[in-house]
Each structure stands twice: as C-alpha cells, then as structure tokens.
C-alpha cells in the first residue's frame, strides 16, 4: 500500500502547488474563473430555481444582445480605447429601421422582406456613420476615446429623439418580429443562431487573420505598430466601425424582440460591456483581450442579473452592485497587469 505524506513539509509543498495554479489562471484568464464560481456558489445557495435548465437558458438567450456589444467593445478596448456610444447605436438602428420598414412596407405591400431588408440596411448604415464618425475623430484627428464617443453618444441620442419625438416606432412587419425576435432555427433561437456566427467570425478575425494582428499591435504599443509599418489609423478606423456594427446587430434583434423602434433600448449596456471585458481579462492599457473570455464575461454579467433578480433585489441596488463589480475589477486588473508585466 502507498501510504498519503501529511507531513507538514509535504502539505507546504502542496499548498504551493496549489497557489501556483491558482495564480497562472489569474495570470491567463483574469478574475472572471472566481467571480463565475463564486456568483454560482451564492445564487445556488439562495435560490433554488438558480442552478436548473429553464433558468440558465433563459439567462442564455437574454445574454445574446450584451454578448454582441461586449465582442465590439473589447476590440475598441485591446487597441487601447473604448466606446461609450454602443448604447447610442442601439438605439439609433432600433428607430431608423423601425422608421425605413414602416415606410418601405406602405410602399411595397406584397413585397413585405424586401421592406425588412431594407430597413435592417438602413439601420445598419446609421450604426456604421455613429462608428465611422467615431473612428475617423480618433484615428484621424487624435481625439481621446472618451472625449469622441461621448460626443458621439450625445448627438446620436439627439438625433434618434428627433426623429421619433420620444415616441415609440410600432406596426412593424410581425413577419420581422417572428423571424428575429421569436424565431427558431432547428430548435435554437435565431439570436443565439445570430451570435454564435458572430462569435465565430470575432475569433477567427482576432486569432487567424492580419487585421486581428494588427489590433493586438496596436493595443500593445501604437508607437511600435507604426514603425513597425502598420497603418494605426486605419486599424483603429476599422475597431471602430465593428463595433458599431455588432452593436447595429444587437440593435436589430434588440427592437424585433419588443417589436417597436424605441430610443430607450441600450440605455446602460455601454458600462455592462465595458464591465463584461474588464471582467473577462481584457485589459484597459490595450494589448489584452481573448474572444472566448469576453463571451463568458457577458454571460457572468448577465447571470448576475438574473440571480439578484431571483434573489428579489431592486433595480437600484442592482446598479450599484454592478458598479461596484466593475471597480473591483478594475482594481484586481491593476495586480494582474503588474504580474504580467513582471514575469515578462
């Protein structure tokens, strides 16, 4: 027989094993492996309808539209910026292919797809002029990333009231509504369809493709991306204008969810995806940033919401408990940074 060493050396021995093993997925993967566990443990303990099929697909399919938002804003965030206009573009699509669908489907009542297509499109286009507009004041003229896109956040809310007088956008097509709100596609919901693709797509950009490359450059060191004969501003202009546009995307099915063009929509998700990346080991210096994580990273956000709404905790209360998780976050990231830094 073998016999266990409990030796107090061997337990030592075994307790630093165990710290090292701890610190190395600190070290790869961020805070986001002990938050996720430790919010598991907590919500299983309090509520018994937490931890079982129905709950965790639900938190699943609500999670689709913070996981789009959170792919493009961990782009913007690993070349060193961020996007506080995410919610903007939500919203600005919602009303203006709200707007072009109603408009088209008057026009063309026999052709009812053609009218969707066309305002998705249009939708789509006022997303990409928000993120364009974004990157060429960025990349182009050098302007801070807070300054930009909270200007930016500003005139495109302006803008969607104006077109709307803060009234909502109804009698859309149900066919949109059925299709992209409600709809399901070999047993899955088009948007968890919808987000999988964009998942895919995201990770292949990041990890098998020049333009992910040159992002992580960027991100990493701006001044030796540029030498190194990278073009920074077009690098920067293209981050941008993807994020607009999975935000545009989250938009679409945003409003065929609720079924109307609403200027409320993505009111608070630019700071839930900034959260979800932080959260997820993207780091706020640029450079850092894995697809993967960020995807469980919005899930975690989402999952969180979804416990303390179990645990019949108020709206209120809920902001500033997100709030809070998001400058711990930034906190611990600060210790991981110096880690990674320090051991290179």
């Known amino acids: 027989m073998t016999s266990v060493d409990t030796s107090p050396a061997a337990q030592a021995s075994q307790g630093r094993a165990f710290g090292a093993i701890i610190k190395t997925v600190f070290i790869k993967l961020g805070v986001l492996p002990f938050f ?39 782009l913007v965030l690993v070349t060193g910026g961020f996007d506080l206009a995410v919610g903007t573009a939500i919203a600005l699509t919602s009303v203006v292919s709200a707007l072009a669908m109603v408009y088209f489907a008057a026009q063309f009542p026999e052709l009812i797809w053609l009218a969707i297509l066309l305002g998705m499109s249009a939708g789509f286009l006022a997303a990409l002029a928000l993120g364009a507009l974004n990157g060429v004041g960025i990349a182009q ?27 909502p956008i109804g ?8 299709i992209f709100g409600f709809g399901r596609l070999f047993g899955v919901p088009v948007p968890v369809l919808v987000a999988i693709v964009a998942i895919i797509a995201m990770w292949i950009l990041m990890n098998r493709t020049r333009t992910g490359a040159r992002i992580y450059a960027v991100g990493g060191n701006i001044k030796a991306a540029n030498l190194s004969g990278i073009d920074t501003k077009k690098t920067l ?22 079924e109307s063009g609403e200027t409320n929509l993505g009111g608070s ?45 108020g709206s209120y209360m809920q902001m500033v408990l997100l709030g809070s998780l998001l400058i711990l976050a930034v906190v611990i990231d600060q210790f991981r940074y110096r880690m990674l830094v320090g051991g290179r």
């Open 36 to 74: 996720l566990l430790g919010a598991l443990v907590l919500f299983t303990l309090t509520s018994k309808q937490f931890l079982t099929l129905d709950n965790l697909t639900n938190v699943a399919r609500q999670s689709v539209f913070l996981v789009l938002v959170s792919l493009g804003q961990m």
């Open 141 to 167: 003229f050098g302007v801070s990333p807070f300054i930009m896109t909270l200007g930016v956040q500003s005139v495109g809310a302006g803008f969607a009231l104006f077109l709307t007088g803060g009234v």
């Open 171 to 178: 009698n859309l097509p149900h066919e949109f509504g059925n």
């Open 237 to 258: 202009f293209i981050a941008y204008l993807i994020c607009a546009f999975l935000a545009s995307v989250a938009g679409i099915l945003l409003t065929a969810r609720v």
């Open 269 to 313: 998700i630019a700071l839930e995806s900034i959260a979800a990346c932080v959260i997820a080991g993207v780091s706020l210096r640029g450079g850092i940033g894995r697809v993967e994580s960020v995807v469980l990273g919005a899930f975690f956000i989402v999952l969180v919401q979804n416990g303390m709404n179990l645990m019949q905790i």
